[in-house]
């Protein structure tokens, strides 16, 4: 028999739904219908879920049309958003139902430039493109110096890992202001409630061995009570609750929502406080009263927790000798029902745009936090925990969570999201951040084997598109997931300041745009600063100090010549890690390498994990010349910090010097989209890069990304002039080389002698051709006789403005000879 609701494809398997979910005549879910909250987030086997069908395919937006994404005043352009990036048929392309029949999610997959189905990489902008996102150009695949746990084993060391993140890396609505995330419909508590609970003979597993029980035999159906003929088990599969029963005296049952591993989850209303909706989910499967009080006391902490992303424990109870969680009840869809819905419309695994799924665990972090504050672990974290209610998401089934230094009570997890040391060493906030970097990798893309062959691993990069194509979201899920649980992140702060970056770029890169027109605030290094020579070291952005170092008051007071700071920085008789940071950068800028870098050695071997001296060194390594060395450290660095931008541009510009070109181009094309303040060294590193390589359009746009607002703006016109006239690929060129030389930073003699340049450029070209052109360059007509008297000008004005007069005469005479012949 097949299903009835409408847009599922599956077939009623033992009363419900082999797909969606739905008992078996059960009235079609309206478009406006999600998946109750507890009911997905708390059933493993999501017997219970309700998933909405996605509306009609409505017609594409024309072109000129405005985009029908909430909140974007974009319109669409060859196909699509020009702000958002949605394509024009996105009346069609939605995520999961919404109110009214709107539109679907709003997404970035599509939007120019992106990866598609085919994996073929879409147009992109002039300025910013082609993208490499190969692997061979992905920066993941250079040499990388040691760091951390690598770095202890090679030393030696005995180094252990830091307990605590800076504070500066505390951070909070739904997308964080960078990216737009469809609100989910509120759902109605008792339009949640199942008609017929039942649990499928495919899902009855015995609690305690794992063994299939209740199975059919010769036509007979399957026990829903009994035990487990492997272990003896008591097992249960039907309702211990029906409706109108008060539990406790005040939690009046209306049903079941779903079955989760420790049992049927009840909707109630709570008699004592006005009625309202709550939910009830078994404690303990055991009848046994010592062991059932004992169980709720040891978690009656958790009615304390508590914090506007987390649902609300009420109460604890006990009924028919059942522990019961009385718990908030939130009527939302859950990411897990998110999924289902996209796979259901799409008719496909349709994994999440990697914006919107940053964007959900950005919000939810924070409550991770907080837990971790208190000492807690939440333990089982995968996509059936969180839950979207309008443009709020929380954090939902506490079941699990435990205190950090508990060594006793059983540990709840899901494999393939589980920490590979938690059998061995136990949970701790790096156990939690691991899940957290599984539940991203499982919500952007079609995880096969995560729970087999990649049970601790990632697949390779170069397997993955997406991971291709975010090379900065393959680095941040690399280390929240990183085996050695030292290498993780720190805390779950210092996780979300590295992911709101990774969503700045992820969607800079989605939505196709040209350069950057905000900037970012880092917490971790200032601005670059472009100056005349744009590939110099001493450009790139300095690192900021920790104003919780106890140092960091005095070292605002050290002051004079690079040589005059380094004396007393290195008299300093309290040798912080901000001492000897700065101590290390002092010593490059006077000139004392060996000194910068036995500083950094220093600060590594009392913490092999302190990336900030594997930066101190790649600068030694690009002041030495060693681009080799320098991209190894910078590397390095950029996997710490996969959401700055800082490493990214000092990689490119060690990839660049090494003959790296296609990943210094990646790397620098991220950085220009990302944010205004790296567009100047940005751009003048595609210039030289594309140019090199005689694309001279490519090198052209990469100077035109410096605005006109920049303080680099006149020395990329310069660039931009001496390319073109060096490129000569015409008159219209050479009079724009010459138009813009009226608005750079070179001096009256360099621009004389570029002026010089483009006429003999110019003269050159027409006497070639034999044609005339009807063009001006500068003040005089493009003819023979035009030109010969700009270059004569030209020549005049460069032997006035050099010194010497061995010079000075040939070019008096070459402006005699040539002038063109007059008649008088």
């Not at 030495?624 to 000092?650: H, I, M, T």
């Not at 050159?764 to 052109?773: D, F, H, I, Q, R």
């Amino acid at each position: 028999m097949n299903c009835t609701q409408p847009g599922c494809t599956g077939t009623i398997v033992d009363g419900y739904c082999d797909l969606c979910g739905m008992a078996a005549g059960s009235n079609p879910v309206p478009p406006t219908a999600g998946a109750p909250a507890h009911a997905s987030a708390t059933a493993g086997s999501g017997s219970g879920a309700l998933a909405a069908s996605p509306p009609a395919a409505g017609p594409s937006i024309p072109e000129g049309g405005a985009c029908q994404q909430p909140g974007c005043s974009g319109t669409i352009e060859a196909g699509y958003c020009n702000v958002c990036g949605t394509p024009a048929d996105q009346l069609s392309a939605t995520a999961y139902a919404a109110p009214n029949g709107s539109a679907g999610a709003a997404g970035t997959a599509g939007a120019p430039g992106s990866v598609g189905a085919n994996g073929e990489a879409g147009a992109q902008p002039a300025g910013v493109g082609p993208e490499m996102s190969t692997r061979s150009a992905a920066s993941s695949n250079l040499a990388s110096a040691a760091l951390g746990s690598k770095r202890a084993r090679e030393s030696g060391s005995v180094a252990t890992r830091r307990t605590g993140g800076s504070q500066r890396l505390r951070a909070a609505r739904l997308g964080g202001g960078i990216t737009t995330v469809r609100p989910a419909p509120e759902i109605d508590a008792e339009k949640a409630l199942l008609t017929n609970p039942t649990v499928p003979e495919s899902k009855r597993y015995c609690p305690k061995c794992g063994e299939p029980v209740g199975r059919s035999r010769d036509g007979r159906p399957g026990r829903t009570t009994g035990f487990c003929p492997k272990c003896r088990q008591p097992f249960s599969f039907d309702p211990k609750l029906k409706a109108g029963d008060l539990v406790a005296g005040q939690y009046e049952v209306a049903g079941c929502l779903a079955h989760g591993g420790l049992g049927w989850i009840y909707l109630a209303r709570d008699k004592n406080v006005s009625d309202r909706w709550v939910v009830l989910k078994g404690l303990l499967n055991s009848a046994d009263p010592d062991a059932l009080a004992a169980a709720i006391a040891e978690q009656r902490f958790l009615a304390q927790v508590s914090h506007p992303s987390i649902v609300e424990i009420y109460n604890f109870v006990t009924h028919d000798d059942a522990g019961y969680i009385v718990m908030e009840y939130v009527g939302g869809t859950s990411l897990k029902s998110i999924l289902k819905q996209r796979m259901q419309a799409a008719g496909k695994y349709d994994p999440l745009p990697v914006d919107q799924a940053l964007a959900y665990l950005l919000e939810i972090l924070p409550a991770f936090q907080y837990l971790h504050d208190l000492g807690l672990v939440f333990c089982d974290f995968k996509p059936d925990n969180v839950i979207q209610v309008g443009d709020e998401v929380k954090l939902i089934d506490l079941g699990g969570v435990r205190r950090a230094d508990d060594e006793d009570s059983a540990i709840f997890g899901t494999v393939g999201y589980q920490a590979p040391e938690v059998a061995e060493l136990g949970v701790s906030p790096a156990s939690d951040i691991y899940t957290i970097g599984r539940t991203l990798v499982v919500l952007t893309m079609e995880f096969r084997g995560y729970q087999t062959t990649y049970l601790n691993t990632l697949p390779a990069q170069d397997t993955v598109p997406v991971f291709q194509r975010y090379d900065s979201f393959y680095r941040l899920v690399a280390k929240a997931c990183a085996p050695n649980r030292d290498d993780r992140f720190v805390s779950a702060d210092e996780l979300r300041s590295q992911m709101v970056g990774v969503l700045r770029e992820v969607v800079a890169l989605d939505r196709g745009a040209g350069a950057a027109t905000s900037t970012v605030s880092s917490l971790l290094f200032d601005v670059p600063t472009p100056g005349v020579a744009p590939d110099d070291w001493r450009n790139l952005p300095v690192l900021r100090r920790d104003p919780h170092d106890p140092q960091t008051g005095w070292l605002t007071t050290v002051a004079g010549t690079p040589e005059e700071r380094l004396a007393t920085l290195e008299r300093s008789a309290v040798r912080t890690t901000e001492v000897l940071l700065e101590l290390a950068r002092t010593a490059l800028d006077a000139g004392r390498r060996n000194v910068a870098e036995a500083t950094a050695g220093e600060l590594l071997t009392s913490d092999p994990w302190e990336w900030r001296a594997v930066w101190i060194q790649g600068l030694a390594a690009l002041e030495r010349g060693d681009s080799r060395a320098a991209q190894a450290a910078f590397n390095a660095v950029y996997g710490q910090v996969p959401g700055e931008l800082a490493p990214k541009l000092a990689l490119a510009q060690a990839s660049e010097q090494a003959g790296d070109d296609a990943v210094a181009e990646n790397l620098y094309v991220a950085c220009a989209r990302t944010d205004a303040t790296y567009v100047p060294m940005a751009a003048f590193g595609l210039a030289r890069i594309r140019a090199a390589r005689s694309d001279v359009d490519g090198a052209v746009a990469a100077y035109r990304l410096v605005p006109v607002q920049s303080s680099a703006y006149r020395t990329a016109r310069a660039g931009l002039a001496e390319l073109l006239a060096r490129a000569n690929r015409g008159l219209p060129d050479l009079a724009e080389a010459l138009r813009t030389l009226d608005d750079t930073s070179l001096s009256a003699r360099r621009r004389a002698e570029l002026t010089t340049l483009i006429y003999r450029e110019a003269l050159a070209t027409v006497e070639k051709s034999g044609n005339k052109a009807d063009i001006r360059v500068g003040e005089h007509r493009g003819t023979p006789n035009g030109l010969r008297l700009g270059l004569e000008d030209a020549l005049r004005e460069l032997a006035k403005r050099t010194p010497e007069l061995s010079a000075r005469v040939p070019l008096v005479d070459e402006a005699n000879a040539i002038r063109p012949w007059s008649l008088w």
